[in-house]
């Protein structure tokens, strides 16, 4: 069954703590994307990737960081320098430029990150 | 000019009404405008997608009206069901480029 999981499903993060948060794809997919949902702001784009080694920050990259060394996998750090990190964090995927333009975006079921 | 802006925030309706939410954007360069739905705890699926060449677009009960020259596009959910209570989001981008999402509409359906 394809898809994309994200772990863990809750987080607690404490000062000055670095954590990271799991996404992987299961859909072949070329392209992934994290994406930080907070109440009435809707989904704001942290970083995305296209192809494998290589990403892009988004509209709100600063505390955050990532890396794609494999195809299905794109792991989100959240650093001790992102000051509010309260949020739910989705990741998604997409067949990307490969796939032509406009390719849907799946989403996993995303994981809540509080601070303790 | 990258914005979408998505209204009301909430909507509530009454089981069979009709359910409207709306969207407008600036950017003429935008060729794809697609509609998510979210449970909570969930993450959004797509729901309908519909491109500028066309007016309307219709799957089932859902409905999605387009007008280019206003820059505007509105979900129409048809026959609202309580199974439909959820938040939706609009989006909208240019071909191979990131989605820009709308704030979301929290829609409550009640018997």
């Known amino acids: 069954d394809g898809g994309i999981t994200q772990s863990p499903k809750y987080l607690f993060r404490k000062e000055g703590q670095n954590v990271t948060l799991s996404c992987e794809q299961n859909l072949n997919h070329d392209a992934m994307y994290w994406y930080r949902q907070d109440p009435g702001q809707g989904l704001r784009l942290i970083y995305y990737s296209q192809i494998v080694n290589d990403f892009q920050k988004g509209d709100i990259a600063e505390g955050y960081s990532v ?46 990150l509080s601070i303790l | 000019q990258q914005q979408v802006k998505q209204s009301p925030q909430s909507l509530i309706v009454q089981k069979g009404g009709i359910s409207i939410i709306n969207c407008a954007y600036e950017n003429t ?13 969930k993450g959004p699926a797509l729901l309908i997608a519909i491109r500028p060449d066309v007016s309307e677009k219709k799957e089932g009960r859902f409905t999605i009206s387009f007008n280019k020259s206003a820059k505007q596009f509105s979900l129409h959910i048809m026959d609202s069901q309580p199974g439909d209570s959820a938040t939706y989001f609009c989006a909208a981008s240019k071909y191979t480029d990131k989605l820009i999402f709308g704030t979301g509409t929290r829609l409550q359906v009640f018997p």
């Open chain 2, 29 to 41: 360069a935008f060729d794809y405008f697609p509609w998510y739905q979210q449970f909570p705890g």
């Open chain 1, 67 to 112: 890396s794609r060394e494999k195809k299905e996998s794109f792991p989100l750090t959240v650093t001790s320098a992102q000051k509010n990190p309260t949020a739910f964090y989705l990741c998604a995927s997409s067949m990307g430029p490969t796939g032509g333009g406009n390719q849907p975006q799946h989403f996993g079921d995303g994981t809540r």
